[in-house]
T-cell receptor, first 112, second 112 residues
Framework: KAGVTQTPRYLIKTRGQQVTLSCSPI?????VSWYQQTPGQGLQFLFE???????NKGNFPGRFSGRQFSNSRSEMNVSTLELGDSALYLC???????????FGPGTRLTVT | GESVGLHLPTLSVQEGDNSIINCAYS??????FIWYKQESGKGPQFIID?????DKRQGQRVTVLLNKTVKHLSLQIAATQPGDSAVYFC???????????FGTGTSLTVIP
């Protein structure tokens, strides 16, 4: 069974721009979570979607948003990029609450 | 907020020895825990999980121990191999939501 896929794998943007990242979950998984990973900070939870509804949200500014489509694919958007947004953005999918999450390879975003 | 911390940021072991990676958590309501392994350039890979109704769970060469009294989690890797070199994260969540909190990670280096 195919794993979680994320596109693009690498992205370079300049400050003030916006970016959209995409995640395709494992077939049959309805929950998609997004995380930001930076050196020394570990993984920080951004938000989780289940059946097209945002169920949980981490402590990130409103510039970070997401959505989920009826086929469970998810996108996250970051508007007005800042240098501090440079990070590895990881997507994880699961069947639902209280199930193990499986991660994609991530999108490496660099903001210059 | 939630707090999941790791006792040691780095750990070096000889090939063939057993490794123990520790993790402390602060939310007594957490009832589901996962250990992940992350190799350079890849997303976290699920290793093993444990629920709060268990104290111990074994997988292939790995064992997770949960001590709810002191809110401590450990991952034991038997006969550590060079391929085990990676960063290991523990993550916790509660049944109230599919939101995982991750520690900052322990870097395991296996010396041949």
């Amino acid at each position: 069974k195919a794993g979680v896929t994320q596109t693009p794998r690498y992205l370079i943007k300049t400050r003030g721009q916006q970016v959209t990242l995409s995640c395709s979950p494992i077939s049959g998984h309805r929950s998609v979570s997004w995380y930001q990973q930076t050196p020394g900070q570990g993984l920080q939870f951004l938000f989780e979607y289940f059946s097209e509804t945002q169920r949980n949200k981490g402590n990130f500014p409103g510039r970070f948003s997401g959505r989920q489509f009826s086929n469970s694919r998810s996108e996250m958007n970051v508007s007005t990029l800042e240098l501090g947004d440079s990070a590895l953005y990881l997507c994880a999918s699961s069947f639902g609450s209280d199930y193990e999450q499986y991660f994609g390879p991530g999108t490496r975003l660099t903001v210059t | 907020g939630e707090s999941v911390g790791l006792h040691l940021p780095t750990l070096s072991v000889q090939e063939g020895d057993n490794s123990i990676i520790n993790c402390a958590y602060s939310n007594s309501a957490s009832d589901y825990f996962i250990w992940y392994k992350q190799e350079s350039g890849k997303g976290p890979q699920f290793i093993i999980d444990i629920r709060s109704n268990m104290d111990k769970r074994q997988g292939q060469r790995v064992t997770v121990l949960l001590n709810k009294t002191v809110k401590h989690l450990s991952l034991q890797i038997a006969a550590t191999q060079p391929g085990d070199s990676a960063v290991y994260f523990c993550a916790e969540s509660s049944y109230t939501g599919n939101q995982f909190y991750f520690g900052t990670g322990t870097s395991l280096t296996v010396i041949p």
